[in-house]
């Protein structure tokens, strides 16, 4: 695979970054997470926005313009395309520097991007949907950061695992706030509703799309925070994120969610997904 790693193109196992990068040694740094269909970077603006985010968020700077990610992350995918769907993960961090919790005045940020291939959905996800536990939040409180920081979605999501759930649903002051890699949408007698955006959460660009489909397709669609009481009545809930699209969550702590199955809200939602990205592909 060849890598992007400040400024060269190189094959991975020659990109090589300090061990005193901050974003080794702090967890320093922020990312973002792109998914290509067909060549072409889905909702690329709206990812490098949030990056942009991001980046304020930890007081650092852009080590690239708009321009200059465009092409890096074009070049990447003309060298590593292998399948109609890929995912370009970038990466900034702080860079090397002696360590100190005190951010240096100057740093070198080291700038890191890869593309690797989507896997395809697993079709007995599709048939039968996923199952999660809901667990205790205690991830920080800038959640809103794509921070690379993720050592409590790691042990969450291996809490869940353990619990023999495919993920968590996390809840926060008894409301639900997002999944260890997604956001949440719980659909309830024909309603669709999600959290609002706000520190406790990422502000996923598929769920932004979601929610825009939904309302073009006369959906009923509201931000606003969820009770764990509320969801466990739900007929549907979905986890959405950039890799893995709309996953419909058919068991929560063990009991069923609606009848058991993906539901009709799921399929209607996911077909207009598919047509949206295919829209792209083929403009008419
Ligand atoms: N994660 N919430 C969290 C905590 C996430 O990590 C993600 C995505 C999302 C969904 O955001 P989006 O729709 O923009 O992908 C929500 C990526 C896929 C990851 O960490 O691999």
Same mark, same amino acid.
């Given at each position: 695979m060849i890598v992007y790693l400040n400024g060269k193109y190189l094959p991975d196992d020659q990109a090589l970054i300090s061990v005193l990068d901050r974003g080794f040694i702090f967890g320093d740094g922020v990312y973002e997470v792109i998914p290509v269909y067909w060549g072409k970077a889905f909702r690329l603006d709206q990812h490098l926005a949030r990056l942009n985010d991001s980046l304020r968020g930890i007081r650092m700077a852009n080590p690239l313009s708009t321009v200059e990610w465009t092409q890096v992350i074009q070049k990447l995918l003309e060298f590593?395309?292998?399948?109609d769907s890929m995912s370009v993960y970038l990466q900034v961090t702080r860079g090397p $520097? &002696? &360590?100190?919790h005190a951010i240096p005045a100057t740093t070198r940020p080291t700038t890191f991007v890869m593309v690797n291939p989507i896997p395809a959905p697993d079709a007995e996800v599709i048939k039968q949907g996923i199952s999660a536990v809901t667990l205790d939040d205690? &991830?920080?409180? =800038?959640?809103n950061i794509k921070a690379t920081t993720l050592l409590a979605s790691v042990l969450l999501k291996d809490d869940a695992m353990k619990q023999g759930a495919y993920d968590a649903i996390l809840v926060r002051e008894g409301r639900i706030t997002e999944g260890t890699a997604s956001n949440v949408f719980v659909i309830t007698g024909g309603t669709v509703r999600t959290p609002p955006? $706000?520190?406790? =959460?990422l502000p996923g660009i598929t769920r932004d799309v979601v929610i825009e489909l939904a309302q073009r397709d006369g959906i009923t669609c509201v931000e606003r925070n969820i009770t764990p009481v509320e969801m466990e009545t739900a007929d549907e809930i979905w986890l959405t994120s950039s890799t893995r699209e709309i996953l419909p969550v058919t068991k929560l702590n063990n009991k069923v969610v609606g009848f058991g199955a993906p539901g009709p809200m799921w399929r209607r939602i996911t077909s207009l997904y598919q047509k949206f990205k295919k829209d792209l592909r083929d403009p008419s």
């Amino acid at each position: 695979m060849i890598v992007y790693l400040n400024g060269k193109y190189l094959p991975d196992d020659q990109a090589l970054i300090s061990v005193l990068d901050r974003g080794f040694i702090f967890g320093d740094g922020v990312y973002e997470v792109i998914p290509v269909y067909w060549g072409k970077a889905f909702r690329l603006d709206q990812h490098l926005a949030r990056l942009n985010d991001s980046l304020r968020g930890i007081r650092m700077a852009n080590p690239l313009s708009t321009v200059e990610w465009t092409q890096v992350i074009q070049k990447l995918l003309e060298f590593n395309t292998t399948t109609d769907s890929m995912s370009v993960y970038l990466q900034v961090t702080r860079g090397p $520097a &002696r &360590r100190d919790h005190a951010i240096p005045a100057t740093t070198r940020p080291t700038t890191f991007v890869m593309v690797n291939p989507i896997p395809a959905p697993d079709a007995e996800v599709i048939k039968q949907g996923i199952s999660a536990v809901t667990l205790d939040d205690i &991830r920080w409180k =800038l959640c809103n950061i794509k921070a690379t920081t993720l050592l409590a979605s790691v042990l969450l999501k291996d809490d869940a695992m353990k619990q023999g759930a495919y993920d968590a649903i996390l809840v926060r002051e008894g409301r639900i706030t997002e999944g260890t890699a997604s956001n949440v949408f719980v659909i309830t007698g024909g309603t669709v509703r999600t959290p609002p955006k $706000a520190t406790d =959460l990422l502000p996923g660009i598929t769920r932004d799309v979601v929610i825009e489909l939904a309302q073009r397709d006369g959906i009923t669609c509201v931000e606003r925070n969820i009770t764990p009481v509320e969801m466990e009545t739900a007929d549907e809930i979905w986890l959405t994120s950039s890799t893995r699209e709309i996953l419909p969550v058919t068991k929560l702590n063990n009991k069923v969610v609606g009848f058991g199955a993906p539901g009709p809200m799921w399929r209607r939602i996911t077909s207009l997904y598919q047509k949206f990205k295919k829209d792209l592909r083929d403009p008419s």
